[in-house]
Nanobody
């Protein structure tokens, strides 16, 4: 059973930075793609970033390119999201998620992830 636990959210001013962490339980973390999604109140959950099981391929939403960086540490079973130059529109509940397939590709679709963390709140003031 996979359990994901996000941390690192908080309140920051526009232009500031946060680093989110998501640690996974179990022994098979290194065989799955991982993604970050976010959801603001009243809005759909949207893709933010994803990384393949080995870290060899990465994809970002256009809205965060150049500002956010996704990385993973398979020894620590942790995926990170470094968020720089934060904007008020980045305010959302951020979720990490594990990809559905073993050694599977990255995806921007929520249906391609079958384990989700509880979310960590990021609030960016203007």
């Amino acid at each position: 059973q996979v359990q994901l636990a996000e941390s690192g959210g908080g309140l920051v001013r526009a232009g500031g930075s946060l680093r989110l962490s998501c640690r996974a339980s179990g022994r098979t973390f290194s065989t799955y793609a991982m993604g970050w999604f976010r959801q603001a109140p009243g809005k759909e959950r949207e893709f933010v970033a994803a990384i393949t099981y080995s870290g060899g391929s990465i994809q970002y939403a256009e809205a965060v390119k150049g500002r956010f960086t996704i990385t993973r540490d398979n020894v620590e079973s942790t995926v990170y999201l470094q968020m720089n130059s934060l904007k008020p529109e980045d305010t959302a509940l951020y979720y990490c998620a594990q990809g559905r397939g073993i050694l599977g590709p990255i995806s921007v679709l929520t249906i391609d992830y079958n384990y989700w963390g509880q979310g960590t709140q990021v609030t960016v003031s203007s």
